[in-house]
């Protein structure tokens, strides 16, 4: 009952009246459990969205989810109400050239919702889930007769471009009626919605919330297995509010990792540049002979290490291996230096095959890992984190 | 593994804006098949295949890279040792056809002088959904005097014939120099060649 007696051991933490954040990492650590929404609860505590006393708890997820709606309200629905009204002779009109218009930003914003929209119909192909309906959808988006739908929203930009001059009408009612024509993707019906779409939204909103980092690629497969965790919360008065609780979740683990995913910021401390050099250096210090294997067949990190550490490993593993990982990786209180063991450990794991490998197979096997247990690459990971060399 | 098994290796790029096909195109060649799903790219994918051609086993390294403007730094660096590049752009989305000509600018500024291009307007299988004519692509390619097919990953049209064509003008080129490296006589030579493709350009 080994099992048995862990869940019990997260219970006994996660009831106390101030949560022992020390003990809690000690354990999440390990692994959290699947079940009984564990993962999820966890999450919000290792992330700081939910504070230690637990008191707190009620009024911070009150004033979060409150907060949220009003991004909805204010960033998705509002703009759309303009539009839908279709007066353009007032002075904010689509084809104003007033930067400050409200279409100009309309249209900036289909740039980036064009690039989301994208990425999140791509999002973990490998499961189902984020095709299906949720039990929660949007509902004034949901009921607006597609209009407020983001991807709606994008569709008709794409065609607004081919028609808009030719025949320089009302663009929303040109679009609308080609749309119709030309939809690829399975629409879900009124009154629902996919997850991918929350998903999308959240990105959205995020995007809009954090201008100097827009949506950058790869952010979806971020917010995916946070999303992924607290949709399948089993405490329906959780899972009802999985989307605002994994954006605000989402936006504080970004806030450690963005750097990652700014250009600009490649060369600085936290950037990506400086995380691939150390695991270099670690790779170095757990493996001499690896490390010279890939310095003589100029086998760079950034061939293999930057997509690992970008997306905390997310896309070389399948989903429940990922949430497995990243319990560690949450839990790790000098955030993010295991990261940095697990991908030497990955490597060190695979020297032998490494060690005889040309550089196309090697890179090969690197930028796809092969199946195996999980646990046995964490474990790999904390035996090298033990050995300190330097 | 360590022995050699093929005469000629040439290392090819697939560039292009995220989301008009790249990881497509090369999964249909190198796995010959199509899947609508795949996650997005990020940073660098990299695969092999080996095709004959004029009687010699060639060797490609095909590197696959992400579109978004982010990763173009970490993409760049790749460009340098690339002898053939497939700049690629979709039918059915004018602006990764009007961005060609950035990403041309691109190889001017990061490839050797003499890799050889060639422009795929890719997805030619929705011609219901098609903004970009055929002639536009093809007028293009003539102005920047490149090779220009329209492909479908889906559909498997060209797939196969644009990188052997791309492979093939790579070998063209090699052919006749003396046995070696045949990347690093490229490199060589190149060099001592005058810039044509700036002058002309501004
Ligand atoms: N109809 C059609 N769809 C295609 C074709 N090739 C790709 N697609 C679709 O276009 C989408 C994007 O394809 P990818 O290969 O992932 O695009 P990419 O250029 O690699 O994008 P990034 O990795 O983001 O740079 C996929 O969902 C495919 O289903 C094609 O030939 N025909
Ligand atoms: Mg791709």
Redesign the pocket.
């Known amino acids: 009952m080994a099992y048995r007696a862990r869940l019990k051991e997260f219970d006994d933490i996660l009831n106390q009246d101030v949560i022992d954040l020390n003990s809690l990492r000690k354990l999440s650590f390990q692994g959290i459990p699947d079940d009984q929404g564990k993962r999820a609860k966890c999450w919000r505590l290792l992330l700081n969205y939910l504070p230690l006393e637990k008191e707190k708890w009620d009024t911070q997820l009150e004033k979060k989810r409150a907060l949220y709606k009003q991004f909805i309200e204010e960033m998705v629905v509002m703009p759309g109400e303009k539009e839908s009204n279709g007066d353009v002779t007032m002075g904010d009109h689509p084809l104003s050239i007033n930067p400050e218009s409200e279409w100009s930003t309309f249209f900036k914003d289909n740039e980036v919702l064009l690039q989301i929209d994208k990425d999140v119909r ?1 999002l973990c192909p490998d499961i189902s889930f984020f095709q299906q309906p949720t039990e929660f959808p949007c509902l004034e988006i949901v009921n607006s007769n597609d209009i407020k739908r983001l991807h709606t929203r994008v569709q008709r930009r794409v065609l607004n471009c081919a028609n808009v001059e030719r025949k320089g009408l009302g663009i929303t009612k040109i679009a609308l009626s080609v749309k119709k024509a030309c939809e690829d993707y399975a629409p879900m019906a009124e009154g629902k919605e996919a997850h991918w779409e929350v998903v999308e939204r959240i990105l959205f909103l995020y995007a809009k919330l954090n201008p100097g980092q827009g949506y950058v ?1 790869g952010m979806n497969e971020i917010i995916g297995p946070i999303y992924h965790a607290f949709a399948s919360d089993p405490d329906i008065l959780f899972r009802e509010h999985a989307e605002s609780d994994s954006f605000f979740c989402f936006t504080n683990l970004m806030s450690e990792i963005r750097d990652f995913f700014i250009k600009s910021l490649d060369e600085t401390d936290h950037g990506i540049n400086k995380m691939m050099n150390r695991m270099l250096v670690q790779l170095k210090n757990s493996d001499m002979d690896v490390w010279l294997r890939f310095q003589q067949l100029e086998l760079k990190p950034q061939y293999y290490s930057f997509r690992w550490i970008t997306l905390l490993l997310s896309q070389e593993f399948p989903l429940p291996d990922v949430l497995r990982i990243w319990d560690s990786l949450f839990s790790d209180e000098s955030r993010f230096d295991f990261l940095i063991y697990v991908c030497c450990g990955m490597i060190v794991i695979l020297r032998n095959q490494l060690l005889s490998g040309d550089f196309p197979s090697n890179l090969k096997l690197l930028q796809n890992f092969p199946p195996m247990d999980v646990q046995d690459i964490i474990s790999k990971a904390v035996e090298l984190s033990k050995q300190k060399i330097f | 593994m360590a022995k050699k098994t093929y005469d000629l290796l040439f290392k090819l790029l697939l560039i ?1 804006d ?7 195109i090369l999964f249909r060649f190198s796995d010959d098949a199509f899947t ?3 996650i ?2 990020i940073g660098i994918d990299f695969k092999i295949k080996t095709v004959e051609l004029g009687g010699k086993k060639i060797k490609l390294q095909i590197w ?1 890279t ?3 403007e982010r990763f173009h730094t970490i993409t760049t660096s790749y460009y340098r040792g690339a002898m053939g590049i497939m700049l ?1 752009y979709d039918i059915t989305n004018e602006k990764s056809f009007e961005n060609i000509v950035k990403w041309l600018r691109n190889i001017d500024e990061h490839a050797n002088e003499d890799v050889e291009k060639m422009i795929l307007g ?2 030619c ?2 011609s219901d959904k098609r903004t970009v004519s055929k002639e536009r692509g093809e007028t293009i390619a003539r102005e920047h005097g490149i090779r220009f097919m329209e492909t ?3 559909a498997n049209i060209n797939i196969e014939r644009a990188f052997s064509e791309l492979a093939g003008a790579i070998l063209e080129k090699t052919a006749g120099r003396e046995p070696g490296d045949p990347a690093d006589r490229v490199y060589v030579d190149r060099r001592q060649q005058p810039s044509t493709t700036k002058s002309c350009c501004n």
Request: with cysteine.
């Open positions: 791509r690629q | 292009g995220s989301g008009v096909g790249k990881t497509c609508t799903t795949f997005s790219t696959d992400a579109g978004q690629v890719n997805k299988d929705m479908s990953a889906k």
